[in-house]
């Protein structure tokens, strides 16, 4: 008796649970940030939801890029994954070749979406684009990177402008150690800001082939070209103490190392405006400028970073209509607007950041300087060597990168040596992954 | 050996006791290493799809590769230092309480804490605790500059990870060690004592005799769970670095197939390993064990 009352029970729980679902059509949706900008994605559906009674966004955090990456592809082969995922600059190639994406523009299309593709920075757009332009995620949170730099500390060598050569920042930080500052510079082995971002402001390819662009069969060039010289040149400023290695083992990252004044310069991602702006010790005076050029080199725009949404294939109607609500919803100016002023990302359409100068908001204290990021990401029109990488299991190509620059930086070889054996190991990884993609062609 | 075999009664209960354990056993360890055994012998897309069978192709990969041997190389001398450190503290420790040195009741209590620890905390730990601008030991380079910085020197990154595997392990150790201390009759040991033998002198030629067994176990274990438990420590202390110092076995399959996403490379070096532990505990039990009396 007491059974049957209880399955009874159950039952109409779920036929209630039914009915509030078919109320409001619900869809999933995974994001990779954690932390507080983790809890700016959760508010972001938050937002979503109570703009509506129509959808409910049913958002879940995966605990890190790589993570969202991975549980989406695990659950993708167990028919288990979400309709909408946030993915990394970085996985925008396995996304591409994997069969099991709603390519944005289609998608856009069939569930008749408001989206104005020819909105968005063309520096955002064309990293998630086809080598033929057609966007095939949709741009989300976006950033690019820029250099910190303490304004006290160089008011203390006389100096009121940030380095706009890497000449002159060699000269500002021997001044600053000469001044008694025990860490001119900091920096780590991120190779996003030192490696990938140098390249494409100097206009330097990173691999053949349009960096990648025009198919799987590209092979790296980055140790020939600029990148030897600067990176003996930093390898020297590391032996002279003007730069300092400061990762997270060392017990401080850049950004904490910068926002505690104990270095006067680095160079991270804008995002990290806000944390440091959050963080900065009493009466710290910093601003941030464009990352510098060599003398000699023109300036090129810098490249995007941050992550865009993918939305998946083998789901419902319904759910498809979810999530290009959601989408459209993002999308809005107003929302383009919300999000650099919750976290340090930059507005990514050109609508939304106009109206965002014209109302002052890059007079604010806390947010002036930003714009520096979409200054130097729309700097020039991109071309074949600045609108992205499209390599195949990038992230291990970065880890080689980053483990030879580790041992170029103690001393174990020459930096020459260790970029060739980086392009060496790292084209290696670029035959395996054609080979494993055989048959498949780069959109 | 007695000849004697062990029967049941009740044979078909038997079965279905062990029948949960068997089902777990095949879904968690062989269904996946079967899979991995296909895997390596193919070329399998994230996302799946057409796999191409490649033969040895991957495992012709992973033997060519100068960085595979040194990940070899770093996960033997991070398993053997860490039992041997693992294995001698725990010893001493266990030593001590066996002798009821003052306030053995509350270590013996405390002791076994760490093991409850898991292996990215005691790596978190150890990383705030190392750290060279920040941590606690960060006084050292104080004193002497530049001398401790496991950021940048792969040998100090060595030594923080053996040092906090090492630590984890230790309580695991004290315990068997203890237990096994406790067993001596206490009449043989004071016997020792009486005839003039030293703490050290009974150790060496009265105890550790009779625990033979337990510390024959224990290097099993401890180089076995150095093999394979490693990922969490090295992963947030060292991730690998500097400079590939500390990029042990798991830690690189871990790279190679979740974050590179070749699957069918990282099955082929787990199987590898797989192979390797059996391998490194067959010698045990062939070689070492001989040594060993049991009654």
Known sequence: MIGAAAAAAIAIGFSAFEASAQQRQRFDYWYGLTGQLGEVMADHCKRFNESQTQYEAVCTGQGGYDRAEQNTIAAYRARQHPTLVQIYDAGTVNFMLSGATYNAVQFARDFNMKIDWNDYFPGVALYYATSRGEMWSFPYNSSSAVMYWNRGAYQRIGRNEAAGTWEQLENDL?????????CPMAIDFDTWQWVEQFLAIHNQSIATRANGYQGLDAELVFNRGLLPRHLTNMKRWLDEGLVRIQTAQTGKTLVQAFADGSCAVTMSSIANHGVVGSTASGGLQWSVAMLPVYEGFQRHNSLVGGASLWVMQGKSRGEYQAAAAFLDYVASRAEVEWMPTVTGYIPITNAAFRH???????NRPGFAGRETAI???TFTPPNENTRGIRLGNFTSIRSELTSEMQAAYTGQKSVQQALDDAVARGNQILRRFEQTMRGRQLP | MSGKRVTFKNFWLAILLILPQLFLVFTFFYWPAG????WAFT?????GGEQQWVGWQNFETVFADPLYWNSVKRSLLFAFSSTALAMGIGLLLASFVDRQLAGYKVYRFIYFWPYAVAAPAVGLAFRFIFAPDAGFV????????GLWNPALDGFDAMVLIVLANAWSMVAYNFIFFLAGLQSIPRSLVEAGAMDGAGAVRRMRDLQLPLI???????????????????FGIVDITTGGGPARATDLMVFKIYSDGFKGKDYSLAAAQSLVLMLMVCALTFIQFRFVERRVHYS
């Open chain 2, 138 to 145: 960060s006084v050292i380079n104080v004193w002497f500059p």
């Open chain 1, 356 to 362: 965002m100068q014209e109302t002052g908001f890059y």
């Open chain 2, 43 to 47: 070329l399998e897309p994230p996302f």
């Open chain 2, 35 to 38: 899979e991995a055994l296909y």
């Open chain 1, 174 to 182: 021997r001044s600053l150690k000469a001044s008694g500052h025990a």
């Open chain 2, 212 to 230: 033979a067994p337990t510390f024959f176990f224990l290097i099993v274990i401890n180089i076995t769970d150095s093999f394979v438990n490693s």
């Open chain 1, 375 to 377: 200054t130097s990401l």
